[in-house]
């Protein structure tokens, strides 16, 4: 019995494992650290964007902004890092937190559909990042590139390092705080959780002011990693960040989930990105496969729920 | 409160809704028409709404499906697969089964979509955000950007009857097609149902599946019919991939369009009719933005402000019901 509970927990590592077996089996070049190295570095972003989503799924909505509030802080910091590095930090990190704050409270105040008001943000801020920067540019500070994507004897430190205090930061939330069990309260039933005396509004609001927050430092890493700003480097991201969380074992309607499942999906997806990238297939089946791969997740998952509501639709 | 209390109210709000759509989009024009002179004439504003009716044609499939409580985030992609598809079997001539392979491609993606969520029980903007992205891919793999529309279709999207162009008759024919059989035919009743409640239906008989798959079906065709009409307007198929999926941002104008009409918040009480209007209001406001030079962007922060400013006023109006 306590076997069969760990591996449940544990299966999407189980998984990642086989993946890179076969794939260090079928191609060379999979087996070398830079290989590993650049699954790490790709995963970063995502599993900080993930973390903002994972709250937000877990309180049973969606955000679809995440892509765009990306890209938008990426070009910021591609214009303002020219003149003054901290403000270019500081300055997509406040903006991010601030439309992730708007977007909580249309959805926990106004009542706004979550992805009807986050495909609304997404937009504004898509138009934001066109009339900021039209095309991929700018500049960023050779510095802090280095200080970010540093490697010491083959192994970059710093997106390790970032990896696994997102990692322990995320569990530590869910797991520890209470915050992390307003979000599962919320979750479960959030009629429930305004009954025994938990602040729904505050907690909505402040799970999409997170994914906001977390969206804009993905885009500063991203930022680094691709050495300029562009405004529609997150285009995948809503996307993949949903997959991943899925993939992690977090329900879809909320309440259940973890965040070590959504980080070995994230290494999982990044994985598969490069096994492609290794092997030489045109970039746009990588498209068709996450979309697939997101569709059967999610029917995988809708399989096992028998609520009412859903039987009847 | 009696319960024709309740109805005569509900009904004095429509028509209050109705006129602040109206007024809105006579605003909009007077405003622009003080801003531009030119703006005014019937010949520029033939010219908007003849823009307009492609995005029209989509946005009633869309509407379609919102009125189930859906939504249908593949329509941009849908119209350009059929877009580029077309193009490159079509190479110019006069000939039906490209014609007929494109809406086969359409319905097929509308199978799928309805299928998914229906039968797998995918939620429906995760179904669509993922058939986005496949479609997104599938297009650069197999799709080459080549190929004319054919000079029929080229000549139904381009030419004018009088003064009308033939798309906006075509347009407004759909609109009406499709706003009748929403009120008068058993699939329009049983899409309101589902859309107000769909556990009320279920247990009234409803066959909820086979209706979530008609609507998704539709969705697809007539975002299928927009795709031929969108190669045949511009003559050449149309594809460029600016970030946020393909298509977005005709997916974006087909949402914002049908949350401007209001149908999204008022369930039973929406229709095809009101998306006509939030259509129109968008296509104005973007040809200002256009004469102000600032047409991409604009149009983005436009749209996404819209649909967040008036989704908030729709609910507050709604709620003040109760």
Known sequence: MKTKKIIGEWYIYILMIGIWVMAGLAIPHFRQMSTFMTIIVFSVPLAIVALGQNLVILTGRFDLSVGAILGLSSVIASVVMKSNLLLGILLPILLGTVIGFINGIGVSKFRIDSFIMTFGMMAVCQGIGLLVRDSPGGYIPPGYINFLLKETGHVAVTPLVILIVVLLVGEFILKRTNFGRGVYAVGNNDAIAYISGINVTLIRTAVFTISGLTAALAGLFLSAVMASGDSTVGSLYPLDSITTVVMGGTLLAGGRGDYKGTIGAVLILTSLARIFNLAGINIWYTYVVKGLLLLIIVAIRMFGAKEEREVAL | ?322
């Open chain 2, 1 to 322: 409160m009696t319960e024709i209390g309740l109805k005569r109210r509900n009904i004095n709000k429509d028509i209050l809704q109705v006129i602040i759509l109206f007024s809105m989009l006579i605003v909009i024009i007077l405003i622009a028409g003080i801003l531009k002179p030119g703006f005014l004439t019937a010949k520029h504003l033939i010219a908007i709404a003849h823009d307009t009716s492609i995005i029209g044609i989509a946005a009633i499939g869309q509407t379609v499906v919102i009125l189930t409580g859906g939504i249908d985030l593949s329509v941009g992609a849908t119209m350009l697969l059929v877009d580029a598809t077309g193009a490159m079997l079509l190479g110019g001539q006069n000939r039906i089964t490209p014609i007929l392979i494109c809406l086969g491609l359409a319905l097929l993606i509308g199978v799928i979509n309805g299928a998914g969520i229906a039968f797998l029980r995918i939620p429906p903007f995760i179904m669509t955000l993922g058939m986005m992205i496949i479609l997104t891919g599938a297009i650069f793999i197999f799709a080459k950007t080549s190929g004319f529309a054919s000079p029929i279709l080229r000549y139904l999207s381009v030419q004018k009857v009088g003064s009308i162009p033939i798309l906006v008759i075509v347009w407004l024919f759909l609109t009406a097609i499709m706003a009748v059989i929403m009120r008068f035919t058993v699939f329009g009743r049983e899409t309101y149902a589902i859309g107000g409640n769909p556990i009320a239906s279920y247990h009234s008989g409803i066959r909820n599946k086979i209706v979530t798959l008609k609507v998704y079906i539709i969705s697809s065709i007539f975002a299928g019919i927009a795709g031929l009409f969108l190669l045949g307007y511009t003559g050449v198929p149309e594809l460029t991939y600016r970030g946020g999926g393909l298509g977005s941002n005709y997916t974006l104008t087909s949402i914002a369009a049908v949350i401007i009409g209001g149908t999204v918040f008022i369930g039973a009480r929406g229709g095809i009719e009101r998306t006509l209007f939030g259509v129109l209001v968008l296509k104005v406001l973007f040809s200002i933005l256009t004469m102000m030079g600032i047409s991409q962007s604009g149009q983005l922060i436009v749209q996404g402000v819209i649909v967040m400013l008036i989704s908030g006023i729709y609910i507050r109006l709604e709620r003040s019901r109760f």
